[in-house]
């Protein structure tokens, strides 16, 4: 019995120590997508055409249905930290804020790391893409977007410059950028930006 007793007591430590490690892999995950609206258009600068971004696995949060959270959950808007910086942004005449969300995920080491989806329109504003999220040694968020613009289309008559011009035009940012936890970063492209911040769980 004594045995019996001990084996027991051994099985629920380890249980605990499993449920804890689980929770310290989960974090949640915010980032903010804006247009730099000052660039677009802009003609000193050649940009090639480029396929569509490759999203297959990606998948979308599901929406936030009430806590506990889950894993590939959305977050609630009164979680989210970025809302103040969403803010200055949408009053700019600079810049359009695309994206901001946020959602929670287990982030272990790169071979085992699911991408998460990113899509938005927004006034002639394609986004479409995803983020991933690692951990090896430190963080790491590797985003793969592409923003594409489409002008007002051209009116019947219009010459052929002018239906030329109306081609959509589209940009891509893949980066791999190592991170610390709780801190905010910056992802900088000509066209558009990210703001991304990591947090633990019980952050």
């Known amino acids: ?18 449920a804890v490690a689980s929770a310290a892999d989960l974090y949640k995950v915010e980032m903010l997508v804006f247009a730099n609206e000052s660039g677009i258009g802009t003609q000193q600068e050649y ?19 009430g806590y506990p959270l889950e894993s590939f959950e959305e977050l609630p808007r009164n979680d989210l930290r970025l809302s103040a910086d969403a803010s200055r942004l949408s009053r700019s005449a600079d810049y359009r804020v695309l994206y901001h969300g946020g959602w929670m995920q287990p982030i272990g080491g790169k071979s085992q790391s699911r991408a998460v989806r990113v899509k938005a329109s927004i006034d002639g504003y394609e986004l479409d893409g995803s983020m991933s999220v690692y951990r090896n040694r430190f963080l790491h968020a590797q985003p793969n977007l592409q923003l594409s613009h489409y002008r007002p289309a051209p009116q019947a008559g219009s010459s052929a410059e002018e239906t030329q011009a109306y081609r959509p035009s589209a940009w891509l940012l893949q980066d791999a950028r190592r991170m610390r936890s709780n801190e905010i970063h910056y992802i900088d492209h000509p066209h558009m930006g990210i703001l991304l911040i990591i947090r633990a769980v019980d952050s």
């Open 47 to 65: 940009w090639p055409d480029i396929s569509p971004v490759d999203t297959s696995g990606a998948v979308f949060p599901r929406g936030w249905d």
């Open 1 to 18: 019995m004594p045995g019996l007793l001990q084996r027991s007591l051994i099985l629920a430590t380890l249980s605990s120590l499993t």
